[in-house]
C-alpha cells in the first residue's frame, strides 16, 4: 500500500542544534517533494519543493534532499531557535498529479 | 483579501445536523482543495477544484459530504447528517495553477465540533 511516514515522535533539541526531519514514502513516484511548517491552530506554510531530479535544495537554514533510491527526503534546520519550534509536514504529488498527499507531521521543540 | 479565508473558523453542531464550511481563496488563484486533519493526523485529501473541470471528488468519505465552487473562486463544503467522527479541522487551500510543482497556501481552518 501507498504510505508516507514520518517520526510520529517529536524531535526535541537544544538551540544551536541542526534538526532533521525524514520523511519516507513507499509505492509513490513523486516528481516533487514540498515541505511545510504548521503552528497550532494555523494552516500549514510552504516552506521547499525539491524536485526529483534536485538531490538538494537550500533556503537560509533550510536544507531539504530527496532521495528516489531510498525513497526517503531529509529536512535540516541548521543553528535552530526556539522559533522553530512547529510541526513539520512532507507532502508529495501523487503519480505525477496535481493531488498533494501529505504525511502525519513531526513535532519539533527547539529548547532555549 | 491577501491570504485564503475560512470561515466559520469554530462550529460546535449536534449530531444529524447539516453545516455548510466556507473558503474564499486567494484571488486569481484557479485551484482549490479542502482537506480534512483530525488530532495529531495528517491531512486527509476530500475534493479538488481546477478552474472549470469537473472537480475530483476522490477523496470524500461518503455521500453525506460535497462541495462547490461558485464562479471561479468561493467554495462551500457541506455536510449533511453530521456525526461524530467529522469532528476535525477542515482546511481549504488555493493554489495559481495546477500540478505537484505548485506550493499550496492554506487558510487556518474551520473546527468541527460534532456533539
Known amino acids: 500500500s501507498q504510505k508516507i511516514e514520518q517520526n510520529s515522535e517529536a524531535l526535541n533539541i537544544q538551540e544551536g542544534k541542526t534538526a532533521t526531519l525524514t520523511c519516507n514514502y513507499t509505492?509513490?513516484?513523486?516528481?516533487?517533494l514540498q515541505w511545510y511548517r504548521q503552528d497550532p491552530g494555523r494552516g500549514p506554510v510552504f516552506l521547499l519543493l525539491i524536485r526529483e531530479n534536485e538531490k538538494e535544495k537550500r533556503k537560509e537554514r533550510l536544507k531539504v534532499t530527496f532521495d528516489t533510491t531510498l525513497k526517503q527526503s531529509l529536512f535540516h534546520i541548521t543553528a535552530s531557535q526556539p522559533a522553530d519550534s512547529a510541526t513539520y509536514l512532507c507532502?508529495?504529488?501523487?503519480?505525477?498529479?496535481?493531488?498533494?498527499?501529505f504525511g502525519s507531521g513531526t513535532r519539533l521543540l527547539v529548547r532555549p | 483579501g491577501a491570504g485564503v479565508s475560512q470561515s466559520p473558523s469554530n462550529k460546535v453542531t449536534e449530531k444529524g445536523k447539516d453545516v455548510e464550511l466556507r473558503c474564499d481563496p486567494i484571488s486569481g488563484h484557479t485551484a482549490l482543495y479542502w482537506y480534512r486533519q483530525s488530532l495529531g493526523q495528517g491531512l486527509e485529501f476530500l475534493i479538488y477544484?481546477?478552474?472549470?473541470?469537473?472537480?475530483?471528488k476522490s477523496g470524500l468519505p461518503s455521500d453525506r459530504f460535497s462541495a462547490e465552487r461558485t464562479g471561479g473562486s468561493v467554495s462551500t463544503l457541506t455536510i449533511q447528517r453530521t456525526q461524530q467522527e467529522d469532528s476535525a479541522v477542515y482546511l481549504c487551500a488555493s493554489s495559481l495553477g495546477q500540478g505537484g510543482n505548485e506550493k499550496l497556501f492554506f487558510g487556518s481552518g474551520t473546527q468541527l465540533s460534532v456533539l
Open positions: 509505492n509513490y513516484s513523486p516528481a516533487y
Open positions: 507532502a508529495l504529488n501523487k503519480d505525477s498529479s496535481y493531488k498533494l498527499i
Open positions: 477544484f481546477q478552474g472549470n473541470s469537473a472537480p475530483d
